[in-house]
């Protein structure tokens, strides 16, 4: 078997399905909007929502179209191997790391432009961005050193580990990557300071509302904060971060300039039921599934030696394995995986609503959906199948239809 050519179909058909999912999208502007969501946009605002939603859905496609063909070439012309070969004849750490930095050079010189005019060219003339090029550029810096840093100490590691322990790999990587995603999970906090503030709520009634809540459902956390999101975009949001005793709840400040009393202490209550239901634990544990794919396709890609010269290598290079793992093997069955994971996030969903609905925030929680709807130019009429495919929320109507039926229940 030539594995080139079946890296290249697998990369081929993994576009074409990137193609189909980017064509749902497109779809979705020209269909009819639901009646309990009709309210969200008035006829100006419909239209100019239309000329947003199609800009994006285009430059997404473009994106998704530059992406996959660099990729086709990459493969296509051995051009990690060439680069590989030409620094590092021998030596694995250094032909690993070459071909990994490779990488994430190349898809940053796609990815920067396309970012940009996203954000600073598409987000701009709709008011939502806010951030100034600068930003840009140095989160661009920070997230390529960050990326650099991770990417690189997690293939030394995974080299350390195969040199030494052989056959024991993929248990031993799971573990590894277990640990790793555990790690992201706590130090997470941390990393959102390289690009926020962060600032205690001030004292008030809602942070007596909010506590309050926190102690009727016997919650307990170190602090909530205010995030000054506003800096970037005006998009609000709000999310529990943390596990255990370090367990905080970090507010945007664009949420609470947006949002009345109510709303907010509704999306709290919603942040809350998913807290209470454990839901970020269950992902944590869906991820592990991952994982456990993953260190099988790395285990497959490791123990074939045969599979590197067909790509021009001299020997097994690890930095291309992994990318053979993660931008061919992972690519290739994340349709699948995401039809699942995102099936559950949309039951977590729900079921978050239903605790901020039970608790008397229905109507609270429906009015700030919408509002956060409008406020972010949500897509109130996206396709079933873009839904079931890759939506990690249920739609707006839908939300609004389930918090109705537990509002008129209790
Ligand atoms: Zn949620």
Same mark, same amino acid.
């Given at each position: 078997?030539?594995?080139k ?10 576009? #074409?399905?990137? *193609? ?12 009819k ?10 006829? +100006? ?9 199609? !800009? ?5 496609? =473009? ?21 590989? @070969?030409?620094l590092? +004849? ?17 898809s940053?010189?796609? !990815?920067?432009?396309f ?23 140095i989160? %661009? ?11 690189g100490g ?20 799971a573990?590894?990557?277990? *640990? ?15 690009? @926020? ?8 009634? #809602?942070?007596?509302? *909010?506590?309050?809540? #926190?102690?009727e @459902? ?39 300039? %947006? ?10 209550a919603? !942040? ?11 992902? &944590? ?22 599979? &590197? +010269?067909?790509?021009?290598?001299l020997?097994?290079?690890y930095?291309?394995?992994?990318f *053979? ?7 290739? #069955? ?8 995102s099936?559950?996030s ?14 008397? &925030? ?17 897509? =109130?009429? +996206? ?7 890759? &939506? ?5 109507? %839908?939300?609004?239809?389930?918090? !109705? %039926? ?5």
């Amino acid at each position: 078997m030539n594995y080139k050519i079946l890296a290249l179909v697998l990369i081929g058909l993994i576009f #074409l399905y990137q *193609l189909a999912v980017d064509c749902l999208a497109m779809a979705s502007a020209r269909r009819k909007i639901p009646e309990n969501v009709a309210d969200v946009y008035d006829l +100006p605002a419909y239209h100019r929502w239309l000329r947003y939603f199609k !800009e994006k859905t285009r430059l997404a496609l =473009l994106r998704h179209i530059a992406a996959h063909v660099t990729t086709l070439v990459i493969v296509a012309f051995d051009v990690y191997a060439r680069i590989a @070969n030409a620094l590092f +004849p021998e030596g694995i750490y250094g032909a690993a790391l070459a071909v990994l930095a490779a990488d994430m050079v190349i898809s940053l010189l796609y !990815e920067i432009p396309f970012d940009y005019v996203n954000d600073l060219v598409i987000e701009q003339k709709y008011g939502f961005n806010h951030m100034s090029s600068k930003t840009f550029f140095i989160d %661009q810096l920070k997230s390529l050193l960050v990326g650099l840093i991770l990417t690189g100490g997690l293939c030394c590691l995974f080299i350390l580990i195969h040199q030494t322990l052989g056959n024991w790999l993929p248990l031993a990587f799971a573990g590894l990557m277990l *640990l790793f995603v555990l790690g992201a999970v706590f130090l997470s906090p941390f990393f959102s300071k390289l690009y @926020n503030k962060f600032e205690p709520l001030p004292e008030g009634t #809602l942070r007596d509302r *909010l506590t309050a809540l #926190l102690t009727e @459902n016997g919650c307990t956390v170190k602090a909530i904060y205010v995030m000054d999101a506003s800096k970037r975009s005006s998009k609000a949001n709000a999310y529990f971060t943390g596990l255990g005793r370090t367990k905080t709840i970090v507010l945007y400040d664009t949420l609470l300039e %947006q949002m009345n009393e109510d709303e907010i202490v509704a999306v709290f209550a919603h !942040e809350m039921g998913h807290n209470k239901h454990r839901d970020t634990l269950k992902m &944590y544990f869906l991820n592990a599934v991952n994982v456990a794919i993953m260190a099988l396709l790395a285990w497959g890609v490791i123990s074939i030696p045969e599979i &590197y +010269p067909d790509f021009g290598f001299l020997g097994v290079n690890y930095g291309f394995a992994f990318f *053979l793992m993660a931008s061919v093997g992972m690519s290739f #069955l994340s349709p699948l995986t995401g039809l699942v994971f995102s099936a559950l996030s949309r039951r977590f969903e729900y079921g978050a609503d239903c605790f901020a609905a039970e608790r008397g &925030y229905g109507q609270a929680l429906i009015s700030a959906l919408k509002k956060l709807a409008r406020n972010t130019f949500t897509c =109130l009429t +996206p396709h079933p199948a873009l839904v079931a495919l890759t &939506y990690s929320h249920p739609t707006v109507s %839908q939300r609004v239809a389930a918090l !109705e %039926q537990v509002g008129g229940q209790t």
